[in-house]
């Protein structure tokens, strides 16, 4: 068994396999794992005594369940009202082409970028804003959005 689906067994075992415990141990898995991976929602299943189905239904009905790994950098563009207002949109636009995402993948091929948005950061004084990894950045425009995306890159390739 892989270390991830080793770890997940874990997991469940220490919940007794109850199925009235599934949100905490996919909580928990996730909190482990960074992500639910396909294995480890079917072990649940099987171990819940569950349909595979179902897992994938509750899994996918609560938003804070990742379903696919997440990118070493985390972003967060916000399109509460107030930094919607303020043209996040193409903020979150640019760096989607950007990161040459499609409309279901949120993590960029090189593993790097996740994209997300979040609904109000309570910074609206400072719309419109974008979080990478936590980091608050304030009155972002797509071109400085694109900047720091750059100078990241750069980082990481030791330039
Ligand atoms: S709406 Fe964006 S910080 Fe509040």
Redesign the pocket.
Known sequence: MKEELLLADKIIESFGCQRSELIAIMQEIQDKNKYLSEDALQLIAEKLNMSVAKVYSVATFYENFSLEAKGKHNIKV???????VRK?QPIYDAIHKYLELTDTQKTSKDGLFTLET???????G????MTIDGEVHAKMTPETALVLLEKIRKEEAGE
């Open positions: 916000c399109t509460g009202t107030a930094c919607h996040s979040v609904a109000c950061l309570g910074a609206c400072l719309a419109p804003v």
